[in-house]
């Protein structure tokens, strides 16, 4: 299979190195700058899993892509969506499968107006990376992960066969029956990291430590996961029980990339994680629901971003 990646940054050039290192047909659609690092320097990851330097990794961009890929891996940021489909929709042929990693799912509906549901898959991964400035991806912990799946008629047994195809590269991957679960249960998650660390500007083990904290995230994770049960997906108690063992670990430092984003005063995506919730909260089937933590957390985020240039 020929697969797109489009960007070479954190997310995108981890899995997209992983599977270079591992032999598969990967070109990274990059911008001119990302491109002359590239090749000047080669793809560098510094990992828990093993360091790799792949030199020459094959790119592409904007101006000169014609021709449709099999798959195209989707990971840049939820507010540079547009300007991504604009760079790569000359990829997207009737058989290609376009597996975002946005954070939400306000993403999917953009997609699917551009491509149609049987071009996009729904997909999510756990992975926490950075870039630091001469373009080294810095994998900051052992997890790596992603799975994908079908959202709307299945179209053979294409999922198993991309899961065959990204399998033996150095991270974990698994083609979902059930992906939509899977999405809302990542976001449960990852909004209430983002949420409290960036509130509180600390790793979860700070937080929890101080008076008041544990008891914060448990409320602001109830809050949405009160959400996710309106649309039809509340967390499973297997994976709320896994992912508490996360939040709250005594002295863990964990934190989002959001807090990461704050910290380098860089855009966050504070609609698409956080303002998504609450405008879901207001309008499900069910009746509104009450979230002042998350309208808290949102309030502080929109006035961070207020502040930037």
């Given at each position: 299979?020929?697969?797109?990646?489009?960007?070479?940054?954190?997310?995108?050039?981890?899995?997209?190195?992983?599977?270079?290192?591992?032999?598969?047909?990967?070109?990274?659609?990059?911008?001119?700058?990302?491109?002359?690092?590239?090749?000047?320097?080669?793809?560098?990851?510094?990992?828990?899993?093993?360091?790799?330097?792949?030199?020459?990794?094959?790119?592409?961009?904007?101006?000169?892509?014609?021709?449709?890929?099999?798959?195209?891996?989707?990971?840049?940021?939820?507010?540079?969506?547009?300007?991504?489909?604009?760079?790569?929709?000359?990829?997207?042929?009737?058989?290609?499968?376009?597996?975002?990693?946005?954070?939400?799912?306000?993403?999917?509906?953009?997609?699917?107006?551009?491509f149609g549901i049987g071009c996009v898959m729904g997909g999510q991964c756990q992975i926490a990376a950075t870039v630091d400035?001469?373009?080294?991806?810095?994998?900051?912990?052992?997890?790596?992960?992603?799975?994908?799946?079908?959202?709307?008629?299945?179209?053979?047994?294409?999922?198993?066969?991309?899961?065959?195809?990204?399998?033996?590269?150095?991270?974990?991957?698994?083609?979902?029956?059930?992906?939509?679960?899977?999405?809302?249960?990542?976001?449960?998650?990852?909004?209430?990291?983002?949420?409290?660390?960036?509130?509180?500007?600390?790793?979860?083990?700070?937080?929890?430590?101080?008076?008041?904290?544990?008891?914060f995230i448990r409320a602001l994770r109830a809050e949405i996961a009160s959400v996710a049960a309106a649309e039809g997906h509340a967390p499973r108690p297997e994976?709320?029980?896994?992912?508490?063992?996360?939040?709250?670990?005594?002295?863990?430092?964990?934190?989002?990339?959001?807090?990461?984003?704050?910290?380098?005063?860089?855009?966050?995506?504070?609609?698409?994680?956080?303002?998504?919730?609450?405008?879901?909260?207001?309008?499900?089937?069910?009746?509104?629901?009450?979230?002042?933590?998350?309208?808290?957390?949102?309030?502080?985020?929109?006035?961070?971003?207020?502040?930037?240039?």
């Amino acid at each position: 299979m020929r697969i797109l990646v489009i960007g070479a940054g954190a997310t995108g050039g981890y899995f997209g190195g992983r599977l270079l290192e591992a032999g598969r047909d990967v070109t990274f659609l990059v911008r001119p700058r990302r491109a002359e690092l590239l090749a000047k320097n080669g793809l560098t990851i510094k990992s828990p899993a093993g360091d790799v330097t792949l030199q020459n990794p094959p790119t592409v961009s904007a101006a000169t892509l014609t021709t449709p890929f099999d798959v195209i891996i989707l990971s840049c940021k939820a507010y540079d969506l547009d300007n991504a489909i604009a760079d790569f929709a000359p990829a997207v042929g009737p058989d290609t499968a376009i597996i975002p990693f946005l954070n939400g799912m306000r993403h999917l509906d953009v997609l699917d107006a551009k491509f149609g549901i049987g071009c996009v898959m729904g997909g999510q991964c756990q992975i926490a990376a950075t870039v630091d400035p001469e373009g080294v991806i810095h994998h900051l912990a052992p997890m790596h992960a992603m799975s994908f799946g079908e959202r709307g008629g299945p179209k053979g047994d294409r999922a198993r066969r991309i899961e065959a195809t990204l399998q033996g590269a150095r991270f974990d991957v698994r083609a979902s029956a059930d992906i939509i679960q899977d999405m809302y249960e990542k976001w449960v998650f990852l909004a209430t990291l983002a949420g409290s660390t960036s509130l509180m500007r600390a790793p979860a083990g700070h937080i929890t430590a101080a008076p008041g904290g544990a008891d914060f995230i448990r409320a602001l994770r109830a809050e949405i996961a009160s959400v996710a049960a309106a649309e039809g997906h509340a967390p499973r108690p297997e994976f709320l029980e896994r992912t508490g063992t996360m939040l709250f670990a005594p002295s863990s430092p964990l934190t989002a990339s959001m807090l990461r984003d704050i910290r380098s005063h860089a855009r966050i995506e504070a609609d698409q994680i956080i303002g998504d919730l609450i405008q879901r909260a207001e309008t499900n089937s069910s009746g509104a629901l009450d979230v002042p933590l998350l309208r808290v957390v949102y309030t502080h985020l929109k006035a961070y971003e207020s502040q930037l240039s």
